[in-house]
């Protein structure tokens, strides 16, 4: 039984074969309808969220499928203390499989060792986010055109955001990727990832001004800043506006750059940005339904 924690619990022929088939699913929609007929999803969202959870419970519906689960921990017994391993245990004689968001990094893998079903990481504290990594590179994939040989920037809380940590994992495994970080000092990529580059030997820069770097980017992800993550008010209202991406400077953009942002969206994109071609946003929202769609099936061996 397969789990999918981090974005390296998928190997690239995996990726490879779950970007396929989300691509054949959005082709022929009709003939996956009823490929999860009698089989239920259960969504263990202890933390909030709009686009992962709705994507996957719209993913287990397009596929035939039934769902349950919560939204919130605080209708669960885990009021009362109940653990996330007991929690899943339960839940696993339930359902035929688990994404599972926590607040607390490693709470899916602990769900992991208890569970009877695959169990996906569906956001856990600043750690990782898989399957929004699988709609990135979806989006990139269908957009851009290939995963191979561009330069992109990640741009904002790059300490806190678990969207960039799943997918500089992932990217890693690619050829010809050069990596530009923009951030604030106090919001800087983690050392044990700039470590792993240098070891790896993938270059990478890592700069403070947009301004400067935006001629080089074939790709820019852009990210807010996570409030729940600061310990401090202060901190996050001095940080949360640091970057705003205006028209003004995607005139210093490439033609065919890309903007990527896994949202939620607070400031850091200007709502002017939305009607610009250039503006991937919404249609990541979109891919995440099918590559959830295509990720499903594969877990479940119905691929
Ligand atoms: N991209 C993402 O994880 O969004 P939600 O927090 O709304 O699920």
Redesign the pocket.
């Known amino acids: 039984m397969k789990h999918v924690i981090d974005s390296t619990d998928l190997t690239v022929e995996e990726i490879d074969g779950i970007l396929k088939l989300a691509q054949d699913i959005i082709d022929d929609k009709e003939a996956y309808s009823e490929a999860c007929k009698g089989k239920k999803l259960a969504t263990l969202f202890f933390e909030?969220?709009?686009?992962?959870?709705l994507s996957f419970e719209s993913a287990m519906m397009e596929l035939g499928g039934n769902v349950l689960g919560f939204s919130s921990a605080d209708s669960t017994s885990a009021t009362k203390g109940e653990s996330v391993g007991d929690t899943t245990r339960v839940v696993s004689c339930y359902a035929d499989i688990i994404a599972m968001r926590h607040p607390k990094e490693g709470a899916p893998m602990v769900a992991a060792e208890k569970s009877l079903i695959p169990v996906i990481n569906a956001?856990d504290g600043g750690h990782q986010?898989p399957t929004?990594t699988l709609a990135d590179l979806q989006t990139i994939r269908s957009l851009h055109g290939d995963l191979n040989n561009f330069t992109i920037g990640l741009c904002g809380d790059l300490k806190f955001g678990r969207?960039v940590h799943s997918l500089i994992n992932a990217l890693v495994r690619y050829e010809g990727i050069k990596f530009i970080f923009i951030s604030p000092e106090e919001l800087k990529i983690p050392d044990y990832v700039t470590d792993m580059l240098r070891e790896k030997g993938i270059p990478f820069q890592e700069v403070i001004r947009l301004e400067d770097v935006m001629p080089k980017l074939d790709l820019l992800y852009m990210t807010r800043v996570q409030k729940e993550r600061f310990f401090n008010e202060e901190d996050y209202v001095r940080l949360k506006d640091f970057y705003v991406l205006t028209p003004e400077k995607m005139e210093l953009a490439k033609p065919d750059m890309l903007v990527l942002h896994?949202?939620?969206r607070i400031n850091e994109i200007s709502v002017e940005i939305d009607d610009d071609p250039r503006a991937a946003y919404f249609k990541q929202a979109q891919f995440a339904v099918y590559v959830r769609m295509a990720l499903i099936l594969t877990l479940l061996g119905l691929a």
């Open positions: 909030p969220s709009t686009r992962t959870r956001g986010h929004q969207t896994p949202l939620p």
